[in-house]
C-alpha cells in the first residue's frame, strides 16, 4: 500500500514553483507590452510576436523560452537569485548590521588557496592527519625487566644452533657450568657448542618442586578440588619444615651478596627480593604486589615500614614514626593508619591528638548516636578510599634496608600465605632463584621448536615455558647473538602482577640517581664488588648494578640486529 504524499515541500520543488511564478509574470507583462522588453524578466528573452500569418503560411514559430545556449541556462538562475524580493534582504541586512548585498564593491582578486574546494579540504586534512613515520631507536644494551615471565618466543629466518636434541656431553656441561657459576666460554675442559650453552641458560632453582601441581604461575581463579596435603598435617609439617630452611637460606645469601636476587611466589602476591647494589641502592629491597588494605594493614601492626612508589600522590611514607615525618607535610588519612588523622594544615600530629573529636561533637550539641553513625561513616569512607587501588600495580610496596629482614620475619612466620584450601592447600610459597640455596631443586624450562610460514616466509620459531627469570633472558641474548648470523626477534608474556616491579624499579632508581652528595656512594661501590661471587658474569653485573634509570624497561618484544648489533624494542 502506496504512503500518502507528504503535505511537505523539498527545496527544490519550492524553487521550482518560484521560477514558474516568475516566467508566468514575464509572459503576462510581454503580452501587456509588446513593444516595451521588461526589466524583471530575462533580459535577453524577445518580446511575443503577435504576428499569426506565419503559422497560416505553415512556418514554425519560434518558441520564446527555448535556451539553446549554455550561457543563457546559466544566467537565469543567476537572475533569479538577484530578483529575490529587496525590501526582505533590505530588512535582513538591517537587522544584522550588514552592509547591503546591492551595494557595488571594487573587484578583488580571489585567493583560490583559501576557497573551500575539495581539493584544499582534502589536502588540509591530509596535512592535519599526516602520521609521522618515527625511525625506530636502536641501542647497544639490552634493558633489564624484573618482571616474572611465563613464556618467551624466538623467531629467525635461519634455523638456531640448537635445533635437534642434547648430546650427553652438552647436557652435561651446561648443568655443570650453571650449578658452579662457571663461564662456559673460557673453560678448557667443558663443551662450548651452542647446545651446551642454550641448555646452560635454560636452567633455574626452584623450592618446593612438586611434579604433580603447577606451582608458577599460580591461578588461583581455577576451580579444582582441595590438595590431599590440607587433610595431613605431617605433610603439611614437613612442607613448612623444609621451605622454612630453603627460605632462610635464600635471604643469608642475599645479605651475603652470593645471590643476586630471588623470589616468592605466593598465591595472591609476588615479593621480589634484591641484594644490596643492584640498580643503584646500597641497601637490601624487597618488592611486593599486588597487595590489599589488609595486607598493608599488617605490615603496619608489625612494624614494617614501607612507601609505595607507583601511588599517584607525592606522599609515599605511610607508618613511619612522627619524629621522620616533616613538619610541613599534609597526610592522607586514605592512606595512613586509622588513627592517623588529616591536619593538612602543617600541625603535628601530637597537638591534634590533644582534642577529642568527639568531645567537640558533644559541645556542638550532637547526641551520641548521632556522633557514633558519623564516626562509622567516616570510617566506611576511609576504608574504601584506601582500598581503591588494592590489587592494582598501584598497590605495590617498597621495604628497604632493616625493614627487609622485618620482611623476611613476618613471611616466615606468617601462616595466612599458605591457602588452607584449593589445589594449593597446605602447600608454601614457590622460591625462584638464579643461584642454588639450600633445598633448591634443579629445574629447566620446557623448550618446544616448530616453523611458521608468513606470507610466503619460512621462520624458524623456539618457545620457552616456565618461569623466565630476568638474568636468563640476558643470558639467552648473549649466547645467540654468538651463534646466530641472522637477526632474531622474542616475545615474552609476563606474569601480570610482576609487571609492577619493572615500573617501581625504574622509578626508584629515578630518585636515587636525583639525589646531589649521596652519602651511600661509598656503600653502593663496595656492594658492587662484593656481588663478583652472586653466580653471573662480569658483563651482566655491571649492567645490573648501573644506577641509570633508563636501564630498567619493562619489555614485551625486542629485535635483534646482526648488522650492527643493536637492540630494538
Known sequence: MAAPPSPWKRPNEVMQLHKLKRRKKALQERMKHPSQPTTTAEPKSQPVDLDFSRLLDGEKRKNPFSKTKLQDNKKPKLNIEDQLDESNDKTLYALLNLPSKHVEKPAQAVDTEKLSTFSNLLQKFTAEHSVEVIPEKKYKYLPIDWALKTKLRLMSPKPFAWTSKLKASEEASGITGFVRCLDTTTSPTLDTSPRALFHQTCLYWQHPHLPWLELYPRSSGRVAATSFMATNDGVKEALHREWTESFRSLFQLLRARHCPYFYVCANTFTCLFRAAGLCGLAEPAALIAPTTRGFRQTLRQEDVEYTM???????????????????????????????????????????????????????????TEVIKKINITQARITHSAESSVDSAAESLVLVRGADAQALFNFLLNCKSIVSPT????????????????????????????????????????????????????????????????AQFSATFAHHQPTLAFSWAAGNIAEDESSKENDPNLVAKAFNKENLSDCGISEEMLQHFCSPDPSMIKPLDSVKYNTEDNTYTW
Not at 339 to 363: I, N, R, V
Not at 431 to 454: C, D, Y
Request: proline content about 8%; overall charge negative; charged content about 30%.
Open 309 to 367: 612508589p607507583l601511588r599517584p600522590d607525592s606522599k609515599k611514607k605511610l607508618n613511619t614514626s612522627e619524629e621522620d615525618k616533616p613538619k610541613n607535610a599534609s597526610f592522607d588519612s586514605c592512606y595512613d593508619t586509622m588513627d592517623d588523622k588529616c591536619t593538612g594544615d602543617g600541625h603535628d600530629k601530637a597537638e591534634e591528638d590533644d582534642e577529642d573529636p568527639d568531645l567537640f561533637l558533644t559541645e556542638m550539641g550532637f547526641e
Open 422 to 485: 584449593g589445589p594449593f592447600a597446605g602447600v608454601p610459597p614457590t622460591l625462584l632463584a638464579p643461584t642454588a640455596f639450600h633445598g633448591g631443586t634443579l629445574q629447566s624450562l620446557k623448550v618446544r621448536e616448530n616453523t611458521i610460514h608468513s606470507d610466503s616466509n619460512k621462520y624458524y620459531s623456539i618457545e620457552l615455558r616456565g618461569p623466565i627469570l630476568p638474568t636468563t633472558v640476558h643470558t639467552l641474548f648473549n649466547v645467540l647473538k654468538k651463534s646466530s648470523s
